[in-house]
């Protein structure tokens, strides 16, 4: 049984004010900075088997990516398809506020100048489904996002509207998830 692991980039400044980040291009904190050294040191420690790391083109991706890589010695390269939802009018703007918590629930929204999430879905579950046909062979850490965190979550699991708006990883977190037979 194929599987790989996803991991969210470290933290922004935006994650700090409780803003969406998205498509914008946001550098990392210098507790992002040390949370990607630490979760490099973590993959090596505990031996996690990695063949190579995938990561949003987006630079707080990247930069995880590349302190990861660093650490561990693990191969990088960007994949095109991790960067993050745009949400377009609702970049900058409170994570938190009640237009867009209404509006994250409504999957063919542009957000005036955004993406929908399901062509978002597409592009993700596209990648998961290419990644599958290498998984007996090789094993890759995905570097995104959060929003790339919660498609991936349903990519595996069924879930409400509510859960999959909902639902979120912490900055670094590691996940490993598996394909089934």
Not at 53 to 76: C, D, F, N
């Amino acid at each position: 049984m194929g599987h790989f692991y996803f991991t969210r980039h470290g933290q922004t400044v935006w994650n700090v004010e409780n803003k969406i980040c998205g498509a914008t291009d946001i550098e990392l904190t210098e507790l992002g900075h040390e949370q990607a050294m630490e979760l490099g040191r973590k993959i090596k420690e505990e031996g996690v088997k990695i063949d190579e790391i995938l990561y949003s083109s987006l630079v707080r991706a990247k930069e995880t990516a590349r302190h990861i890589s660093e650490v561990t010695g693990i191969p990088m390269r960007e994949e095109m398809r991790l960067k993050e939802q745009n949400f377009g009018k609702y970049e900058s703007t409170p994570r938190n506020g009640e237009e867009f918590k209404k509006a994250k629930q409504n999957f063919i929204n542009h957000f005036e100048g955004g993406e929908t999430m399901l062509h978002l879905c597409q592009r993700i579950y596209n990648l998961l489904d290419d990644i599958r046909k290498e998984a007996d062979d090789k094993v890759y850490l995905l570097v995104a996002h959060n929003g790339i965190s919660r498609v991936i979550q349903s990519y595996f699991y069924d879930m409400t509207n509510e859960e999959f708006a909902a639902f979120g990883i912490k900055n670094c977190e590691l996940r490993k998830y598996e394909f089934p037979e």
